[in-house]
């Protein structure tokens, strides 16, 4: 059982009741339940937390049962970048498109997270245009990991990594794009930096 049918069982709401209280119609909340629709608008997500007195990432099923109170706590916001420009500090960057929510205990080390709405097919179709990936930001990776990577002073890019002894290639996963290759030397001269490597992927419902 869904955890969002669970929760309206529990309440004892019916798929009606639900519907009306966030403004959609019953026949879409069931398609929630069943799973048939499982990209869930960020806003509908927090509309529904409310209503079943929950928090997003337990209808998201992330985390366990708790208490709406508790709901702010479980999670924090990073922003989504358009771009990345050259020499800025991803702290310093005024290209905010959008906000995206991740749970807490991601941060839990200390580590930092941004997100980058993607353009372009040469990830499909893995990836999206339009897509956004949520990113720890670092500077190193291990081979064959999706990291957001910076060549040349240029904005950041998105691509597979495949490390080898004398280089690194940067691997589009659609084969109408060229792989990438820089030398050792090059990295270094150039220089090509890895900013952030994938942690998860959000994608919005395609109406």
């Known amino acids: 059982m869904s955890p969002i049918k669970k929760r309206r069982k529990e309440l004892g709401y019916t798929l009606a009741e639900l519907a009306?209280?966030?403004?959609l119609r019953d026949a879409t909340i069931q398609r929630y339940e069943s799973g048939e629709i499982q990209?869930?608008?960020k806003d509908t997500i927090l509309k529904?937390?409310?209503?079943?007195k929950c928090s997003p990432g337990y209808l998201m099923g992330?985390?366990?049962?708790?208490?709406?109170?508790s709901a702010a706590e479980a999670f924090v916001k990073i922003p989504v970048l358009g771009l990345i420009p050259a020499g800025v500090p991803i702290e310093a960057v005024e290209d905010i498109i959008d906000y995206e929510e991740i749970p807490s205990s991601y941060c839990a080390g200390g580590e930092?997270?941004?997100?980058?709405?993607?353009?372009?097919?040469?990830?499909?179709p893995e990836y999206h245009s339009g897509d956004v990936v949520i990113l720890k930001q670092q500077e190193t990776c291990n081979t064959n990991e999706d990291c957001a990577v910076m060549i040349n002073g240029g904005d950041a890019t998105f691509?597979?990594?495949?490390?080898?002894?004398?280089g690194i290639?940067?691997?589009p996963l659609n084969p109408n794009y060229d792989t990438l290759f820089y030398t050792n030397d090059e990295i270094e001269q150039l220089p090509v930096r890895i900013i952030g490597v994938f942690k998860e992927?959000?994608?919005r419902s395609e109406k």
Not at 20 to 23: K, P
Not at 48 to 52: F, H, T, W, Y
Not at 159 to 166: A, D, I
């Open 62 to 69: 992330w985390t366990e049962l708790e208490s709406i109170s």
């Open 39 to 41: 990209n869930i608008k």
């Open 159 to 166: 691509k597979r990594v495949v490390r080898q002894k004398n």
């Open 48 to 52: 529904l937390a409310k209503v079943l």
């Open 169 to 171: 290639m940067l691997k």
């Open 201 to 203: 992927l959000r994608r």
């Open 112 to 124: 930092k997270y941004f997100a980058l709405k993607l353009k372009g097919n040469s990830m499909y």
């Open 20 to 23: 009306a209280m966030v403004g």
